[in-house]
């Protein structure tokens, strides 16, 4: 297995300015990004979903619970036996809801499968998170992610909806830090399609993303 280089601290010093350099106009250019994305117009959602919550049926409207924006993880559902890892890890990276809140923002998860298996799982990962069925209606498909996942963004105007941002694949995954911590480390990912130097510890995607309470280290 290799590793890197051993230098001294002036040399490593003078390596992490040169890196930096290009960290902050990597951070200038997501400023940018973030900025253009606030700009973006927006569509009215004209059609009524209803979905299925601990408390019963609830509209869109509902979701946002009173606040003025609204976020919607789609999380992917397999059945009952075979739970998405990947959407898991997501929803683990996910902080404490109180500071969305604080901003005026509410975030739920929907998935379109029965409450009754969606509920016992949720227990079972120790996730707080307001999570809908979306079984019986369209939404999963009207808003991009099918039978896979995506995350939507909506804003209120009374009871008025609109939708104003999506975003999925590996939009989705630069969101969840346990994957930005790694992309921090000598090792990376360690996945094969990152380019790492030759000798550093590589696997298949995703192979190796399990949910939390089944990894064995």
Not at 42 to 65: C, H, N, Q, W
Not at 83 to 94: E, L
Not at 175 to 190: K, Y
């Amino acid at each position: 297995m290799s590793r890197p280089q051993v230098v001294s601290a002036q040399e490593w010093q003078a390596a992490r300015e040169a890196l930096l350099a290009k960290e902050k106009k990597h951070t200038h250019a997501l400023d940018a990004l973030a900025a253009e994305r606030r700009r973006m117009p927006m569509v009215r959602i004209d059609k009524d979903y209803t979905f299925e919550g601990p408390s019963g049926a609830a509209s869109l409207l509902d979701l946002f619970e009173g606040r003025r924006q609204l976020i919607v993880y789609s999380f992917m559902w397999l059945g009952a036996d075979d739970f998405c890892s990947g959407c898991s890890m997501f929803t683990d990276n996910i902080g404490h809801l109180a500071h969305l809140h604080a901003r005026d923002t509410s975030l739920a998860l929907v998935s379109h499968g029965p409450l009754a298996e969606i509920t016992p799982f949720r227990k079972r990962m120790g996730w707080t998170i307001p999570w809908f069925s979306s079984l019986g209606n369209d939404f999963n498909d009207d808003m991009g992610a099918g039978d896979g996942f995506a995350l939507n963004v909506f804003l209120r105007d009374g009871d008025t909806v609109y939708r104003t941002y999506l975003t999925k694949g590996r939009g989705v995954e630069q969101l969840g830090s346990g994957w930005t911590f790694l992309d921090l480390t000598p090792f990376g990912r360690q996945e094969i399609w990152e380019d790492s130097p030759e000798g550093r510890p590589q696997t298949r995607p995703y192979e190796w993303w399990r949910l939390h309470d089944e990894y064995h280290v």
